[in-house]
T-cell receptor
Framework: KQEVTQIPAALSVPEGENLVLNCSFT??????LQWFRQDPGKGLTSLLL???SQREQTSGRLNASLDKSSGRSTLYIAASQPGDSATYLC??????????WGAGTKLIIKP | EAGVTQFPSHSVIEKGQTVTLRCDPI?????LYWYRRVMGKEIKFLLH????????ESGMPNNRFLAERTGGTYSTLKVQPAELEDSGVYFC??????????????FGEGSRLTVL
């Protein structure tokens, strides 16, 4: 049974710091992995999609990596800003289009 | 281009009543999904439509939940009768079918359901 774990559950850092959010999954048989952010009272915004054949994806200050063999993905945020404060969720996408979600990391960037 | 839209954004009903949630996917997206997040728990898959057909409904919790996608456009999720444990946020997502499961999922803002 696929399980997705995100560590840490919460993180508070000063503005400007680089940071890494971690996501681990128990079964390497995944198609894709997708990172999302959720702002309070808002929906889920897709950040990066990594296909199973890829090792990383970059978008602006965000970089996501995927290591299927070890069951890990990281989301790297460079030069953090207060607007980055949100809950970050990773989800693995299985062959039947089901997403298995992590519980999320609540990120607070202090001005 | 409009994103995935959901209605209502928030619904408050009493136990035993009926609620219908609606999702309009991105135009041209054949795949439509429903998920929900109940209080304090992770987001869970409910079901997946490909056009008007239910591809996978293994996540539907019980027969009080009925999802439809007539004509393969918008979808509705009806809860009848609603129970307290149905409270949560119901998310809809859509994706193009690009083959090899490479389609990125786009989510709506969710419909918050509160059952009193």
């Amino acid at each position: 049974k696929q399980e997705v774990t995100q560590i840490p559950a919460a993180l508070s850092v000063p503005e400007g710091e680089n940071l890494v959010l971690n996501c681990s999954f128990t079964d390497s048989a995944i198609y894709n992995l997708q990172w999302f952010r959720q702002d309070p009272g808002k929906g889920l915004t897709s950040l990066l999609l990594i296909q199973s054949s890829q090792r990383e994806q970059t978008s602006g200050r965000l970089n996501a990596s995927l290591d299927k063999s070890s069951g890990r993905s990281t989301l790297y945020i460079a030069a953090s800003q207060p607007g980055d404060s949100a809950t970050y969720l990773c989800a693995v996408i299985l062959g039947n289009y089901q997403l298995i979600w992590g519980a999320g990391t609540k990120l607070i960037i202090k001005p | 281009e409009a994103g995935v839209t959901q209605f209502p954004s928030h619904s408050v009903i009493e136990k035993g009543q009926t609620v219908t949630l609606r999702c309009d996917p991105i135009s041209g997206h054949d795949n439509l999904y429903w998920y929900r997040r109940v209080m304090g728990k992770e987001i869970k898959f409910l079901l997946h439509f490909v056009k008007e057909s239910k591809q996978d409904e293994s996540g539907m919790p019980n027969n009080r939940f009925l999802a439809e996608r007539t004509g393969g456009t918008y979808s509705t999720l009806k809860v009848q009768p609603a129970e307290l444990e149905d409270s949560g946020v119901y998310f809809c997502a859509s994706s193009q079918d690009l083959g090899l499961h490479t389609g990125e999922l786009f989510f709506g803002e969710g419909s918050r359901l509160t059952v009193l």
